[in-house]
Every structure is written in C-alpha cells, then in structure tokens.
Nanobody
Framework: QVQLRESGGGSVQAGGSLKLSCAASEYSCKMGWYRQAPGKEREFVASIPTDGTTLYADSVKGRFTNSQDNAKNTLYLQMDSLKTEDTAVYYC????????????????WGRGTQVTVSS
C-alpha cells in the first residue's frame, strides 16, 4: 500500500502563494491533488498521469502548477494568485494500476493539509 504525506499548507493573504508537497513511499502510475472546502464535496484539482499531460481543474488553471520529482516520488503543487475560494483541505492521491484492464485509478490518499486564504 502506498503511503502519502502532504506538507506545505498554511495561511496566506489573497493574491499570495503557497507550495504543497506530497511524499510517496513508492512509485505510482499517477499522482494528483484533490481538495475539500467546508460544506462541499471533495473536488479534483490537478494530476500527472504516467506518460500523460498534466491536468487541471478549470478553477485553478493558469494559477496552479503541478509537478513531480520522479526520483523522489514526490509531487508538488505550486499555488499562485490564491483566492479565498481556494481555502480547503488539500489531499494528495496516488493511483493503483489494473494491468488486465490497463487502467490507473486513484486509490491511496494522504491525510490532508489545510490551506487558508484570507482577504
């Protein structure tokens, strides 16, 4: 089972920046980020599929940058031009491959890191 640990959350003024990190215990077929704001469902933020292009939710595209250090199995989320709407608990996710179906599905989750953006 893949172990995930997020870090880098905190409080920042609107328009500021934060960088989140996620350390994984081993290689995964894909990694990504989800977030959950108070009273809302968990939503997709960004992901990096193996041999695929980086994907972003429309709400963060142009402001967030997802990257990965493959040698360290570490995922990063650079968040710029932060808005109050970005306030949420951010979760790192890792995929599990089904070789028969040739799919990779998010199956492992970190405990989350709080991001708070104030006006």
């Amino acid at each position: 089972q893949v172990q995930l640990r997020e870090s880098g959350g905190g409080s920042v003024q609107a328009g500021g920046s934060l960088k989140l990190s996620c350390a994984a215990s081993e290689y995964s077929c894909k990694m990504g980020w989800y977030r959950q704001a108070p009273g809302k469902e968990r939503e997709f933020v960004a992901s990096i599929p193996t041999d695929g292009t980086t994907l972003y939710a429309d709400s963060v595209k142009g402001r967030f940058t997802n990257s990965q250090d493959n040698a360290k199995n570490t995922l990063y989320l650079q968040m710029d031009s932060l808005k109050t709407e970005d306030t949420a608990v951010y979760y790192c996710a890792a995929g599990r491959r089904n070789k028969m179906l040739r799919t990779c599905t998010f199956s492992y989750w970190g405990r989350g890191t709080q991001v708070t953006v104030s006006s």
